[in-house]
């Protein structure tokens, strides 16, 4: 008889949620040792790899960086040229490695950190093709998001889930107030195309537009300016408007905001006082101290 293959490995009810999306190739053997290394970082290995990566992503981006400058370009550019080459070997290996490592490569390879992966490494062998693709090597960066899981603090993705719920909840108030902005730069952009025209720069109402965006952003370029009195007033009144409405975004976010973080309350009537707004784990009324309906403290 042939020799059974090794039972896939059983799905630890501890493990967290990556490590039970992306499970061991194998159970045992080369796979599983690279998996470790690769995925876990609970032994001094593990982590000094993890460790290892981290400094090889950072070198790596200085390196782009610093092939963009002229002056360095100009003394050192082959260096450099060489030193991203070996970086892109080392994490297409790596690369390589990780989807030979897991149970489901595509599944891995079409995750947000497969993704990140992939795109670490494209963009040099895209240059080959188009010049100057190598710079969106910088994406690399991304791949630093890694040590949210090495340090283990993907649980304070509890707390960022609340900023993305206050932000949802809030979508539709600054969808209103977006649109009521266009609305103010489409008029203002016609009107100053009408009042200064292409004298003075205003060659179109796109134009006009843009004006209105920078000017009401308290940016002010300067590119295009006014040069007619009543433009000139015009952009007075647009800039006022801009200190005006520039906060309202703010304050509608840190309202859902402080919103979503308030305490839940249960509107349930005290049979003996009839107070009805309670604490959402209360078992008696903060008023009278009477107990409250069973339903209520089962929640």
Known sequence: M???????PEVDPQASVFERDFLPGSPTGLRNRFYRLLFHHDTPAERNFDLALIATIVASVVIVLLDSEPSIKARWHQALL???????????????????????????????FGVIDLLAILPSYLSLLIAGSQYLLVIRVLRLLRIFRILKLVQYSSEAGVLITA???SRRKIAVFVCTVVTIVIIFGALMYVIE????????????????VVTMGTVGFGDISPGTPVGRFI?????????????????????????????????????????TDHEQEAWHCRRCGHSLPAETREG
């Not at 042939?2 to 896939?8: E, I, V």
């Not at 990780?98 to 390879?109: F, G, Q, S, T």
């Not at 025209?197 to 209105?212: D, E, L, N, V």
């Not at 839940?264 to 107070?275: D, S, T």
């Open 2 to 8: 042939s020799a059974r293959r090794p039972a896939p």
């Open 82 to 112: 060489v030193a991203e080459w070996v970086f892109t070997i080392l994490f297409t290996i790596e690369y390589g490695l990780r989807l030979w490592a897991v149970r489901r490569p595509l599944r891995y390879a079409t995750s947000f």
């Open 167 to 169: 932000l949802m909840r």
């Open 197 to 212: 025209g292409p004298a003075h720069g205003f060659t179109s109402i796109p134009t006009g537009m843009y004006w209105a």
């Open 235 to 275: 952009t007075s009144i647009l800039i006022l408007i801009g200190y005006s409405i520039i906060a309202v975004p703010t304050g509608i976010y840190t309202a859902e905001l402080a919103s979503t973080l308030r305490p839940k309350r249960r509107q349930v009537r005290c049979p003996e006082c009839a107070l």
